[in-house]
């Protein structure tokens, strides 16, 4: 029976389910997949944690060199997070030869190039199935599973957090920021929400899905980039009389004018299937020239879901000895022959207030009609104090041109603010 | 760079996609996968169907040992379907030492061991990711994203034709009978449809499904089968009106009491992630004790779609040189150890003509009461012609009972018919 050795770094949330899976099922293991895997050690600072997982006092490592140098472990996790000792940690395992699985999104975003390229020169596996949509095995999907296609799209719910609290806005009306306390009172946002409410987190994951889904490297800096913290749940109401569900959605695109990406509150068709995945699911929709429609769904954080990402990467680690790498030019700054679209088209839902007079749909109509924007719906809904909402949904048209209405809107008198601007799949 | 040369026995409709796929990308896999493969040879009786595809001459071989023995060929696609000369030429290519890619389920189904222990003598691959549920890699998933977790559950709509008939009698208030000419008029179904609509097809896949599922042999003869044939539409309609969406499913559950196998119609809760895939799309709902709920949606069956799995494979085995067997003892009789439950609980939907006359309804409440089975739900509607229809819901309860029950139903002087009983998930 083969055997591996494992070390885990870090012991959070997902380095404890990780233990936990992996020594509970040792024996389950042994018998379905006919590997024996053993946790030969753990490094964790916090001395409490590890021993309340449990584990040995000689199974915890004093240092990262005590790791590496353990020529029992073959397969080093990390599950620390974050760009600092996590990257050097990664690193130096790599040096040594010993296989890497990572949920590191950021880490695997920004530095997957570098990683890469030591893995390869030490022929040993870089896994990480658990930095993108937790449990759901999504990876492995576009790595394993689409090879047959091109990829020509790729639209996801790919941060639990800033779900869960748009479930919350729609269904309860609550207020982004009474949403996200109590996403944060559920351990479901952090103390300090910044990298999921503001779309970072989404960011990561996107670069890393669409880098496999469209075999080009797509950086970081290539994502167009919007959080939902300026979300109002007014056009959540809205959007939901009006037949739409708004999402933070990753979108990636691959056609004949260059590659399209961006993160961003984005209203769906209420019968869209990525619509009805709410709280904290994740789901991944995925359109190829062979295949056509996939959708994938699943939680996307957790313990037990992202340990079980981890887990299979660690079981595959230990049962082959062929690794795969990515299938393009995995350079730093991306390669020089991908191009990317950044005045994409959409359609757009804009709202904006106004004093509530004769005339003033001409006026806003005139305006869109000028920059040569096509409207497919419209609503005026007044309001006291003699104001009203005006809500346009327009027909697909470029970035640029909205932008471009909206500053005349900024200047005509009768428009008191440009409320909101999403864009609509 | 790895190269591959593959032949393709039988130029059906899947037999054609796969071969456009394997030559239209030739390029495209040897820049994104790093390796060349080449269609070798296609064994195919009808020559026309073979050029009409632009093969050449030297290409269509004229016998099976023609393949088997031509040295170039590492893989062998199987896509003649059925257990006749598919039997025979598969085993004649694995014991040649090719690797076998294949998408027939009935064939799979019924001699995975043997064809898995040739496999294993001679060290080749035997894959089967378009057996079941078309281009959704679900085997992959199953083999490669799963192992982590127990299986507890597994759900699905894994037969195309079917869920286009179900849906066409839901939206379109079409018969059974009238769906179904739909279905072959499209060539959604077969001329004789009966492996499709009398649940064999879903059969063996579920039998297939549920083995990788849950680590067990879980054989045909195992599953619980029942068809779509009899399904009235009336019972869809007064579904529809509570609030249940009725599907083709396949059941497999993995329970302390033993493994329970089941392909029968279902009524599922509309807001059931299942209740939504329509038409020809299929869908897969996993529940794993670590990653918890997991569906994968797509498209079960065509050329393209079913040819984006079986090149995943032959990419796969292109690849690598490690190959996946089952992680259970793989006998064509089932394992000792393993217990199948038949009288599983489930609750029911159970529709009855009587005559319309007062007591009626008592009558049958009595009877449930005195079976022993609690209920949930019960409808009366009038008829013409002094008949009513008595609709009742259950609680969970033993098969067994519901049984008792409509035997008694039936010898009831006011109940004409018992018209339906379905099962609800």
Redesign the interface.
Known sequence: MKKAGVAILGLGVVGG?TYQ?LTE?KE??K????VDITVECVLEKNLDRARSLGIEEEKIAKSIEEVVCNPNVDIVVEVIGGTGVAKTFVTKALKSGKSVVTSNKELFAKHWPELEAEAKKMNVGLFF?ASCVG???II??LQ???????ILSIKGIINGTTNYILTKMAYEGSSYEEALKEAQRLGYAEFDPTADVEGFDATYKLSILSSLAF?KKVCIENVYREGISAVNKKDIAYGKEMGYTLKLLGIGKDTEKGVEVRVHPTFIKN?D?LA?VNDS?NAVHLV????????????GA?A??T??????DV??AA????FFYA??ENNKKGNKDTKFVSDFTSKYYIRMSVTDKPGVLAKVSSVFAKTNISIFEVRQVSENEGTAQIIVVTHECNESLVKKAIEKFQKLEEVTAVKAVIRME
Chains 1, 2 share one sequence.
């Open positions: 389910g899976i099922k389950y293991f018998k379905t997949q006919g199935e449990g759901v095995p492995r999907t394993e599973g689409m090879q047959a296609n091109k075999n019968d299937p009805s699911f190829g020239d062979a295949v056509g429609e996939i959708m994938l769904y699943g939680r957790g037990l879901p340990g079980s990402a981890i887990v299979s079981i595959f049962k082959h000895s062929e299938g393009f």
